[in-house]
């Protein structure tokens, strides 16, 4: 009878015996960190000493927040509507206001630049304008002249289309009154109901009048309950699962290059 040929992905036995050799159980493991566990503490306590430092040099920042709200009247539904929308306030602040004030602020001040940046935006379904900065408490008066020279600039710009505004309701509410004397004194079968329409148009343009009011600032440079940034405690919290980590892999980093010296000394001699 004929062999059955030997199969040739078969694995020598030696391939099998190194192969096994190079095999590491849980149990080796735990015996490796045991044997390592001096090092580990040291690896552990020092990158926990690290972020301890870390969060408690780390200085602790307020966000300082001012609210300016934007000129506004009573349309002739009875809403509240601001004389220019506050995302074009928003942009005018970004793009025309805060550049030249910040520069004239370093120039006042003798710096390079500020610790601080300020964040302009509209809070959502509201005729407010919001100047938020994340400062320490050192900067508090810093942050406070920025926000207050940025809204002055704002107020004469705000000043000025209130009293455009206000010139042209007034010029309407005088053509108005013109027509309603015009329209008392008329014989016309329609005098009456003229009467009644520009009755209620100069009722209601001196309504907007009277409603129409320039912006003012709600809240200066307030500084909020809580620190913002970086977390000290949530820094200490990753410092200790980091150390942990590290303390491990440093283990077996210290293992393996005991390993391989091993090795080499085994193979010179």
Do not use: C
């Not at 207050?148 to 509410?173: C, N, P, T, Y």
């Amino acid at each position: 009878m004929t062999q059955p040929p030997a199969q040739q992905n078969q694995k020598p036995q030696w391939q099998d015996a190194d192969w096994r050799d190079d095999e590491i159980s849980l149990v080796d493991l735990a015996v490796i960190l045991i044997r390592r566990w001096k090092a580990m503490a040291v690896i552990f306590f020092v990158v926990v000493a690290l972020a301890v430092a870390a969060a408690f040099w780390l200085p602790t920042q307020y966000q300082y927040t001012s609210l300016y709200s934007v000129a506004e009247y009573t349309n002739s539904n009875g809403q509240r509507v601001a004389i220019e929308s506050p995302a074009s306030v928003v942009a005018k602040v970004q793009n025309l206001y805060l550049g030249p004030e910040t520069r004239k602020l370093l120039e006042e001040n003798d710096l390079e630049s500020l610790p601080f940046e300020v964040k302009t935006s509209n809070p959502s379904d509201t005729l407010l304008l919001q100047l938020s900065s994340d400062a320490t408490q050192e900067n508090q008066q810093l942050v406070a002249t920025l926000h207050q020279h940025v809204i002055d600039r704002l107020q004469e710009d705000q000043a000025e289309l209130v009293e455009s505004r206000k010139a042209s309701l007034q010029r309407q509410l005088d053509s108005a009154k013109q027509a309603l004397e015009s329209a008392q004194q008329s014989s016309s079968p329609s005098a009456a109901e003229l009467i009644a329409t520009y009755y209620s148009r100069v009722s209601d343009l001196e309504g907007q009048l009277n409603e129409l009011r320039e912006g003012e600032i709600t809240q200066h440079a307030v500084q909020s309950l809580e620190p913002t940034g970086s977390n000290k405690k949530l820094i200490v919290v990753l410092g200790v699962v980091l150390g942990g980590m590290l303390a491990i892999m440093g283990a077996f980093v210290m293992h393996f290059i005991g390993t391989v010296r091993e090795s080499i000394r085994q193979r010179s001699d």
